[in-house]
């Protein structure tokens, strides 16, 4: 668990004081993933580098399971620091090092394993990321991806409950962060990881995250379940992001609306009602036509969803509507 | 043979093993104190770690006065503290604090530049890591810029070689304190090209095998 109290950070440039992240209450509950979204200078990077103290908290307190890291002098945060894992968009993997060496070097710095150990850690290690033959490589040697899952073993080597990602798949080309989103949410069921990743892509939080946190300007300006973010976002940022990842435009959409007649309705199936022959059945027995306007079908980590834009026709639209809420499906009326 | 009679073959002999003697013992300390002062020059500087700016400009300020002393300046001035540290003023051993003292700050901001070289993003993940500073620096920063001080070595070096030829003013003797006395003041040219090749070749095997060991431990 991972709370911010009232935690704020202005930095000083040249006399003038600049915000990056206003007074912020957040909770982060043990085993989730959690998603942390903004564009670059929104604060997501500063508020990620709070937790482990790579940036000093203006004021305000931030407790990782019950411990004040605020409060800790500086040989208690190495050790914090030591049982927390950290990975970086552009890897930060040692190139003087091999592959091996590199996984190696937080337990090294631990000092607390001996050499056998250590050999013993890493190839296991190495293995769970799918990295066996590359071991004595160095990570010029390595594919983007694989850079990366050298990151996530290195990161993981002390056995922290807690890994940080900053930006982790945005050097990444689009199948190589799906493996890289997918690995992490494999991580993160086996060993209970809670999981912080900051983003500035709406599909990295749609596919692996449990909770979501819009940021904007230093502040946390939209915040909840990613289904409930995702499908009716509120906050302009929040918008922004969505129709940015579903490629709409409002102004097309309201076009598109101004063509058609009848009451225009959004749908949203989520679960088992996603599959459900819904709309044909309580088409045909309200009356009621419909046309399509909009929809996406897709899933949020794993559970399916669908959103539909209908205009209707004739029938008895009330009772049509009535029938869908029974179902489980979320109305919305856009224009009555 | 005739074409070199001027030249003293034992002479030469002398004079190259005081300049590799002059050589070794000077790049010995003065890597042993450059590169420290390179690390903390690194620290102290802007923006990093460390970030000390009193200290910085100190550092710095006493780096660039040795810097920009003629190095046959600091010989002389540095003769008190040579008889302090050496005993003597004279020969190889009167040359070597001088030379060290000359090409330490060199050396320390080639340091200072090879570090700066090292991705930011290695020391925030070493301290992500929980390391300590020491950590930080043994483990990070210099296996990182292990290439860039391995050059800087072979750049004083060779520097070094230069500096050997002022030598001769405190009797150190030397390729090339025999270079300009025999070559040049007494007009004996073949001493004067014996005694240039030799330095050439000692320059030429300084910076391949300087080069070499670059490239082996260069990773990017």
């Known amino acids: ?336 | 043979m005739n074409y070199f009679t001027n030249v003293d073959w034992y002479d030469i002999w002398m004079a190259t093993l005081d300049t590799l003697l002059m050589l070794g013992g000077s790049l010995f300390f003065t890597v042993l104190l450059g590169l420290p002062l390179g690390v903390l020059l690194f620290m102290t500087g802007p923006k990093q770690m460390f970030e000390r700016k009193g200290l910085y400009a100190l550092l710095s300020f006493c780096v660039n006065v040795l810097r920009s002393l003629p190095f046959i300046i600091l010989l002389i001035v540095m003769i008190p503290l040579t008889l302090l540290i050496t005993g003597t003023s004279l020969g190889v051993a009167g040359a070597i604090p001088p030379l060290v003292a000359g090409a330490t700050p060199f050396f320390a901001r080639l340091v200072e530049t090879a570090l700066r070289e090292v991705d930011r993003g290695i020391i925030e993940a070493t301290q992500a890591m929980g390391a300590s500073t020491r950590q930080i620096i043994v483990s990070a920063l210099l296996p990182e810029a292990r290439p860039g001080i391995i050059a800087a070595i072979t750049v004083t070096a060779i520097t070094l070689v230069s500096y050997t030829a002022m030598a001769g003013v405190v009797g150190a003797g030397g390729l090339g304190d025999l270079a300009i006395r025999y070559g040049y003041q007494r007009f004996q040219t073949d001493v004067m090209l014996v005694t240039v090749v030799l330095l050439l070749i000692l320059v030429q095997i300084l910076q391949s095998l300087g080069d070499r060991l670059v490239v082996h431990y260069s990773r990017k």
């Open chain 1, 1 to 336: 668990m991972i709370e911010f109290e009232r935690v704020h950070k202005t930095y000083k440039v040249g006399g003038r004081e600049i915000t990056a992240l206003e007074p912020c209450d957040l909770q982060i509950p043990q085993g989730q993933i959690f998603g942390l979204i903004g564009h670059s200078g929104a604060g997501k990077s500063t508020l990620l580098r709070l937790i482990n103290r790579l940036e000093e908290p203006s004021g305000g307190r931030i407790l990782v399971d019950g411990i004040d890291v605020t409060a800790l002098p500086a040989k208690g945060l190495r050790q914090f620091r030591q049982k927390l894992g950290m990975i970086f968009q552009h890897f930060n993997l040692l190139s003087s090092k091999t592959v091996a060496d590199n996984v190696a070097m937080p337990l090294k710095l631990a000092g607390e394993h001996t050499a056998a150990e250590i050999r013993t850690r890493v190839a296991m290690l190495l293995a769970r990321v799918g990295l066996s033959d590359h071991a004595d490589k160095y990570p010029a040697q390595l594919s983007g991806g694989q850079k990366q899952r050298v990151g996530i073993a290195r990161a993981l080597a002390t056995s922290p409950k807690i890994l940080l990602c900053d930006e982790a798949t945005s050097a990444l080309d689009p199948q190589t962060t799906a493996q890289v989103l997918q690995l992490l949410n494999e991580l993160n069921r086996e060993l209970n990881l809670t999981i912080v990743l900051i983003t500035h892509e709406m599909d990295v939080i749609r596919r692996v995250c449990d909770q979501v946190a819009v940021m904007d300007a230093g502040q946390i300006v939209e915040q909840g379940p990613v289904a409930e973010v995702f499908l009716h976002p509120k906050h302009p940022t929040t918008r922004r992001f969505v129709f940015e990842a579903e490629q709409l435009d409002e102004n097309e959409m309201a076009n598109d609306f101004a063509q058609v007649q009848g009451r225009i309705v959004r749908l949203t199936f989520q679960g088992q009602a996603t599959y459900a022959p819904l709309l044909g059945q309580i088409a045909r027995q309200s009356g009621v036509d419909y046309s399509i306007l909009g929809g996406r079908i897709d899933h949020i980590r794993d559970v399916p969803y669908g959103q539909l834009t209908l205009s209707l026709v004739g029938g008895d639209a009330d009772a049509a509507l009535a029938q869908l809420k029974a179902a489980d499906v979320t109305v919305e009326v856009l224009r009555a």
